[in-house]
C-alpha cells in the first residue's frame, strides 16, 4: 500500500490487527545485532586473559601423573598454578586456635635451643607488622615449629607444607591460622616430579624424607 504524506512516498505494512509496522525496524534491527556481535568479539579479545582465568581445570589422577611425569614445567605455568590451588592448597580453618603459644612450656624446649631460637624471632619482629612466612617441613604443626610463635603471638600467617598423610592430618586438627599443603619441595632444576616417601613414626606424629610424593622446587 502507498500513501503519500507531505508530498513525499512513504511504504508500510497493514497487519490483520490493523497495526502497521514500519519496515525500517528490520533494517534497525539488524544493525543493532550487527553491533552487538561487533562489541562482543571486541571484549572478548581484550579481556581474553581474564576470561579464560573462569576455566576450571579438572585433573583426576591419572591426569595428575602424566602431569607430573612430563617434561620441566615453568613455576609460572598456568596449568600448575591451578593444580597447585585446586588440588594441593587447604586454606586456613574458618575458626584458626589463635590462643598465645607459651615457648618455655613445650618439652622440647631444650632441644637444640629451640627456645632460644624463638626468643631472638620474637626479639627481632615484636614491634614489625605482621608477616607471613614458609614452613617446609612442619611436622605436626606444632613439634619444634620455628612459625607457630610468629603466628600465635605476633599475628603473621603463611604457609606450612608437610608431605606425610598422617603429620599432616594432624597438623590440620590443631587449626593453625596458615595455609597448608601435602608438597614435598625439593632443590633441583623448576620442574614438578614424584617422589618416593619414607616415614618413620615417633610418638604421635611423624617425620617423613621425601623420595613417591608429588613435589615440587621452591624457589
Not at 20 to 26: K, V
Not at 88 to 109: A, G, H, M, N
Not at 177 to 188: D, G, K, M, Q, R
Amino acid at each position: 500500500m502507498i500513501q503519500k504524506c507531505d508530498g513525499q512516498l512513504s511504504e508500510y505494512v497493514q497487519t490483520p490487527s490493523g497495526t502497521m509496522t514500519l519496515t525500517t525496524n528490520i533494517v534497525l534491527n539488524a544493525f543493532l545485532l550487527f553491533f552487538l556481535t561487533i562489541f562482543v568479539i571486541h571484549y572478548v579479545i581484550s579481556h581474553f586473559d581474564v576470561i579464560s582465568q573462569w576455566q576450571v581445570t579438572v585433573c583426576d589422577n591419572e591426569c595428575l601423573n602424566t602431569y607430573f611425569s612430563g617434561p620441566p614445567k615453568s613455576l609460572r605455568d598456568p596449568t600448575l598454578l591451578s593444580l597447585v590451588r585446586e588440588s594441593y592448597l587447604d586454606p586456613p580453618p574458618p575458626k584458626p586456635d589463635v590462643e598465645p603459644f607459651d615457648i618455655y612450656r613445650p618439652i622440647w624446649r631444650k632441644l637444640v635451643d629451640w627456645y632460644k631460637v624463638q626468643e631472638n624471632l620474637y626479639e627481632v619482629w615484636r614491634d614489625q607488622f605482621p608477616g607471613r612466612f614458609v614452613e617446609i617441613g612442619a611436622a605436626d604443626g606444632e613439634f619444634m615449629s620455628q612459625t607457630i610463635m610468629l603466628e600465635k603471638n605476633l599475628s603473621w600467617t603463611g604457609l606450612l607444607i608437610e608431605p606425610d598423610p598422617r603429620s599432616y592430618k594432624i597438623m590440620r586438627e590443631r587449626k593453625r591460622n596458615a595455609w597448608t599443603s601435602p608438597l614435598c619441595v625439593h632443590y633441583e632444576l623448576p620442574s614438578p616430579k614424584k617422589a618416593s616417601l619414607n616415614t618413620k613414626y615417633i610418638g604421635e606424629a611423624s617425620y617423613a624424607n621425601c623420595k613417591n610424593r608429588h613435589s615440587l622446587r621452591l624457589d
